[in-house]
């Protein structure tokens, strides 16, 4: 596939440029945005297409789930099959922001996005690129990190291109994003874990979780 490139104000996002981004996922189509947590693909959770695309895209092993990005808790209580209270002290706490929640999947999901775990990992940006395209589709969306497994994250639209033109359809260039990408937490057993390093501290997680 012929890889597109169209640049963005990530501080004032102009919609006729969303707008083509999600015409495009309403397609099934694959997208590189950039958001709080460096950049990431977008495609529609419920395209069964788009899902593989995206495996494709980064050559992904099928058993691990695809982070979905939410507009707000509402959407979360949609996607999950249930949620505890320390879903709801994070989200409050952090949300919007760089933390992936990871939650029971409700049976809507299709089980391909979860890796057949059953479990989905949640996330509300704080990006207005990304808040403004969940908001504009009314839909969550997949958004995984906007790589080649195995390879650093990509922090400018540029770099995106060069390491997915080919693999993706459309990259939507914001320049560079800093930070230090997401942190990932789950949440579904006895005792919760940090799965993967990021912006914000596990001590933060631990202070937010600990016992009144």
Not at 58 to 79: C, F, N, Q, T, W
């Amino acid at each position: 596939m012929a890889t597109d490139l169209i640049e963005i104000n990530p501080e004032d996002p102009q919609p006729a440029v969303l707008e083509r981004a999600a015409a495009a996922i309403r397609r099934g189509l694959v997208v590189a945005i950039p958001t709080d947590a460096l950049y990431t693909l977008v495609a529609d959770p419920f395209n069964l297409r788009a899902v593989t695309q995206v495996f494709t895209a980064k050559g992904r092993e099928p058993h691990r789930s695809l982070p979905i990005l939410v507009r707000d808790i509402l959407m979360a209580e949609e996607l999950a099959s249930e949620l505890n209270n320390r879903f709801f002290i994070l989200a409050r706490r952090f949300w919007p922001g760089p933390l992936t929640i990871i939650v029971p999947a409700s049976a809507k999901v299709p089980l391909k996005v979860t890796g057949n775990t059953g479990r989905l990992a949640l996330r509300q940006a704080s990006s207005r690129v990304a808040t403004e395209l969940v908001d504009l589709l009314g839909a969550p969306l997949i958004s995984t990190s906007a790589n080649i497994s195995g390879h650093p994250t990509c922090r400018s639209g540029i770099e995106v291109f060069g390491m997915m033109d080919g693999r993706v359809d459309l990259v939507v260039d914001g320049g560079a994003c800093s930070g230090a990408g997401a942190t990932t937490v789950d949440i579904t057993e006895p005792y919760w874990r940090l799965i993967k390093s990021g912006a914000i501290e596990e001590k933060e997680i631990a202070d937010c979780l600990k016992p009144s």
